[in-house]
């Protein structure tokens, strides 16, 4: 029995997908860049990885209501690769699948007119996900 865990740090890139799957489990996608930055001056570079996001059940509902594009929010999760061919010159690609375990809002961006969100809105709670439909 094996146990992994990736933590991430970064901006929602755009506002979450919601939607109930035919057995009606909660699901919501979203995308969240991580960007580094090296070097000063003339050698700064800024490095983003695109981290595509899916939150279940309670979490999923959660996050959809208070997700906004532009959001710096904290995910832990699990993490998969896949390996596609692009659209336009069938060059190998990659993309980066990031299964919610909990998560932290770290802004209070599109938290709604009063600028918070409620206590119960900053983490995914103790929701088993053991049974998740995948």
Not at 30 to 40: D, I, L, M, W
Not at 65 to 83: D, F, L, R
Request: aromatic share 8%; glycine share 12%; with cysteine.
């Amino acid at each position: 029995m094996g146990f992994q865990q990736t933590i991430i740090i970064g901006n929602v890139g755009r506002d979450p997908e919601f939607r109930y799957t035919p057995q009606g489990t909660a699901m919501c996608k979203f995308s969240v860049a991580v960007s580094r930055v090296s070097g000063t001056g003339e050698n700064r570079k800024e490095k983003t990885t695109w981290f595509s996001v899916t939150a279940w059940e309670r979490r999923a509902e959660t996050l959809s209501q208070y997700v906004k594009k532009g959001m710096k929010i904290m995910i832990i999760g699990e993490v998969s690769a896949s390996a596609y061919l692009g659209k336009q010159n069938n060059e190998p690609m990659a993309s980066l699948d990031l299964t919610v375990r909990d998560f932290q809002f770290l802004d209070s961006r599109g938290a709604g007119e009063g600028g918070a969100m409620p206590a119960e809105a900053s983490h995914g709670g103790d929701e088993d996900s053991g049974d998740l439909p995948f």
